[in-house]
């Protein structure tokens, strides 16, 4: 799904497996769950799909004949071939391009501003799109399948929370808490119900920044430490 100038990829947990021989001179260090290979340059890489699904795999070969084998895993792409219905919760600084780019992909469906001048800016930027001044009423709202969050900074923790125990999948700009534990409590939630919760990183999908993720990976760059 494309998302202005990036790709708005609802695929953003992966599984991250590995075996190792134990005493192999790369060790068995991850650079994250990242699908690139963090020991280098392998020497043997295969990937299968299977209907939604896809694993790539790395295997480099050890010093004492044995070898590292790293699996990496995508989940389940439960938009493949449709367009959620989303509701943005805020339409002010930030929520207005966010109305702007989901209205275009066709995806939105309310935004709930409790601001008067928010509200009307929706109501410019996007006729035709239902607009509320209650966050509840996107949360609660059993045909809104995911939730865009764009308010200030204080309230995003409390309406991801919300909106997550409500069964909502959950798009949250930067930064996703105020507090480290509230948002490891979110992922915990999100695993928990099964549901999706991306930050607004948007930046990692820039053709430049994979690039750079490639090259790192290969080992091109060297010992990257910052």
Known sequence: MQFGNFFFRPVIFL?????????CPNGNKKRGDVP?????????RSMTTSGEFFSISYIY???????????????????????????????????????????????????CDPAQAGRQVAKVKVPGV?????????????????????????????LAEAALKAGKDVFVEKPMALKVEDGL?????????GRILMVGHLLEYHPAVLRLRELISAGELGNVNY
């Open 15 to 23: 599984i991250f497996t590995a075996t190792s021989c134990g005493d």
């Open 36 to 44: 690139g290979p963090p020991h280098g340059t392998p020497d043997n």
């Open 61 to 111: 070969n050890c010093h004492n004949g044995n070898h590292v084998t790293e699996t990496y895993q995508s989940s389940n792409d439960k938009y493949l071939g449709k367009t959620p219905s989303i509701g943005l919760l805020g339409c002010g600084y930030w929520g207005k391009n966010l109305a702007r780019n989901f209205a275009n992909l066709g995806a939105l469906k309310l935004v």
């Open 130 to 158: 239902a607009v509320s001044s209650e966050f509840r009423d996107a949360i609660q709202a059993s045909e809104i399948e995911a939730v865009v969050i764009a308010t200030p900074a204080e309230t995003h923790f409390e």
């Open 185 to 193: 409590k979110l992922k915990s939630l999100a695993d928990q119900h």
